[in-house]
């Protein structure tokens, strides 16, 4: 017979993060690097994010940074632009940008015979510098901006770069991790938008507490 646990909705996330401590047990991150393995882990309910999640040296320091200072981020999706929870975000100024059907990405898309998410990295180059790319879907969104980054064109000040998939999606992540460029990734196929999301509202909540630090 299924048991049904009864919880009290408020303690819901609460009583996931304590089983989610107990089941990983010695991951080895550290607390920061834990602060967001583990919101993807509770957003997936897949553990091997542990293993999986790749930091660049710099990557906490900087996302922390680029939130508190009001950098604006740039999302490959609408469901990306969705998951990320505003209100925290909107204590610093951060606005959440998605041009994945503005007029002009279209056009460009059809006339480049290319996607939408590449041609909206273009569409996004003045944000994307000094703010933040958030890529969970389309890995030639990834691929077009660490192109644009060689070109000396784009240098966001993070890059979180998840895309999700079969096609060339572990092969973009692999690229992004040789370029260069400040990132937050998933080795492999593993990712998508709400992975991505979820990585940023984790770093909004460091963002967060830090600044609470300081007021104190």
């Known amino acids: 017979m299924v048991e049904i646990t009864k919880v009290d909705p408020d303690k819901i996330e609460s009583l996931s993060f304590k089983l989610i401590e107990e089941e990983a047990g010695d991951h080895g991150l550290n607390a920061a690097e834990w602060a967001v393995v583990r919101r993807l ?37 609408r469901m990306a632009q969705a998951g990320i929870t505003r209100r925290r975000l909107a ?33 996004a180059k003045e944000i994307l510098h000094g703010g933040m790319a958030v890529i969970g879907n389309a890995p030639t969104a990834l691929i077009e901006l660490v192109r644009r980054h060689e070109q000396g064109i784009l240098q966001p000040a993070l890059v979180v770069g998840m895309p ?26 593993k990712g998508g938008s709400a992975v991505a999301a979820a990585t940023v509202n984790a770093l909004a909540n460091l963002a967060a507490k830090k600044s609470k630090a300081h007021s104190a």
């Open 164 to 189: 999700v998939g079969f096609v060339n999606a572990a092969e973009a992540k692999e690229l992004l991790m040789a370029s260069g460029l400040v990132y937050i990734s998933v080795a492999g196929r």
């Open 91 to 123: 204590q610093f100024g951060c606005e959440v940008h998605c041009y994945i059907d503005d007029p002009e990405v279209v056009t460009a898309a059809k006339r480049d015979n290319s996607t939408r998410a590449a041609a909206a990295v273009s569409q």
């Open 41 to 77: 882990i509770h957003t997936t309910a897949d553990f091997e994010f542990i293993e999986n999640t790749r930091f660049h040296p710099q990557a906490l320091q900087a996302g922390i940074a680029a939130i508190r200072s009001g950098a604006a981020i740039f999302t490959d999706t």
